[in-house]
Nanobody, 130 residues
Framework: QVQLVESGGGSVQPGGSLKLSCSASGYSRFYCMAWFRQAPGKDRENVAT???????KLVSSVNDRFTATKDNATNDLYLSMNNLRPEDTAVYYC?????????????????????????WGQGTQVTVSS
């Protein structure tokens, strides 16, 4: 079955860097993969999406500091985070949508909403504090 396992979280000072990894197994073809994060008391929010045809999109709050990449051989996902800020503190999750939403094709851009992503990892904590 589909399994996603995140790693690489930790505690860093503001301005520091971390690289998160998501080990993916149980599938070869997919529609979109994504990174989400959830800060205490807040909704889970999208950080980055990677389309099966290659397009990578990051939200505006991180697109000049984070980089999302994927290993095409394994579907493992990575999130390189630089110049971290206290507001980046959250549990980070990777997720995958094997199929597009009903009525959409595989060419539909990746959604930022949670619902289409049916498979999730357990999350990894990132804490940015001085």
């Amino acid at each position: 079955q589909v399994q996603l396992v995140e790693s690489g979280g930790g505690s860093v000072q503001p301005g520091g860097s971390l690289k998160l990894s998501c080990s993916a197994s149980g599938y070869s073809r997919f529609y979109c993969m994504a990174w989400f994060r959830q800060a205490p008391g807040k909704d889970r929010e999208n950080v980055a999406t990677i389309h099966t045809y290659g397009k990578v999109k990051l939200v505006s709050s991180v697109n000049d500091r984070f980089t999302a990449t994927k290993d095409n051989a394994t579907n493992d996902l990575y999130l390189s985070m630089n110049n971290l800020r206290p507001e980046d503190t959250a549990v980070y999750y990777c997720a995958t949508a094997l199929n597009p939403p009903l009525g959409h094709s595989m060419f539909t851009p990746c959604p930022g909403a949670r619902e289409p992503y049916k498979h999730w990892g357990q999350g990894t904590q990132v804490t940015v504090s001085s």
